[in-house]
């Protein structure tokens, strides 16, 4: 691996995380077909929906409070009625996904542990829940390295590809938030 590409995969603020994770990996016609990232469960892409027109819609949000701050201030009430609703959706949905894991992530891909060699070169349709939101994710990646650990696994080096605008930064503004947090907790400390 030449310097130039691994100076271009630490372009992003990386962050170790749990979240639940699933991925899926694709062969043949379907490496190449966006479609596929949509076969996931109805209810995955209604999480994954609700979010990206949160994101979408709060510029629009900024306008009215700008012009009527009683209509405002009554769409964020049903704003965080619907985000109550995504959170009790998203621990349905980690039943279906399993257990949350260790991952480290940023907006340029995530790394994780696997039980199985996934060679490098592969494309995943990969579906996340980033905790504590309960953001949901369905995003296309492609394996840059598999490495076996000292314990048998396998560390899966992914980046991501084709993420639109909104995806991106809402991955930043979770890395953001954690980063925060994490910040938060070491000034806290005795």
């Known amino acids: 691996m030449s310097t130039q590409d691994v100076d271009d995969r630490r372009e ?25 990232l949509q076969d996931a469960s109805p209810l995955f892409n209604l999480l994954s929906d609700l979010h990206l027109m949160d994101f979408e819609s709060q510029h629009l949000l900024r306008h009215i409070s700008e012009r009527d701050r009683t209509l405002a201030n009554y769409l964020k009430v049903i704003n965080k009625r619907i985000d109550l609703l995504g959170q009790a959706l998203a621990q349905n949905l980690l039943r279906d996904i399993g257990a949350p894991r260790r991952v480290s992530m940023s907006e340029g891909g995530i790394s994780f542990n696997n039980l199985l060699a996934i060679p490098a070169g592969t494309h995943l349709a990969i579906k996340m829940v980033l905790m504590p939101q309960g953001l949901g994710l369905l995003l296309r990646g492609k394996v840059i390295n598999c490495r076996e650990r000292s ?29 925060a947090l994490e910040r938060r907790q070491l000034r806290e400390q005795p």
């Open 151 to 179: 314990d048998g696994q396998f560390e899966i080096g992914t980046e991501f590809e084709a993420l639109t605008d909104a995806q991106r930064q809402l991955l930043a503004r979770h890395i953001l938030q954690k980063q």
């Open 12 to 36: 992003y603020y990386r962050i170790d995380d749990t979240i639940a994770l699933d991925f899926t990996p694709l062969s043949g016609a379907n490496a190449q077909a966006h479609e596929v």
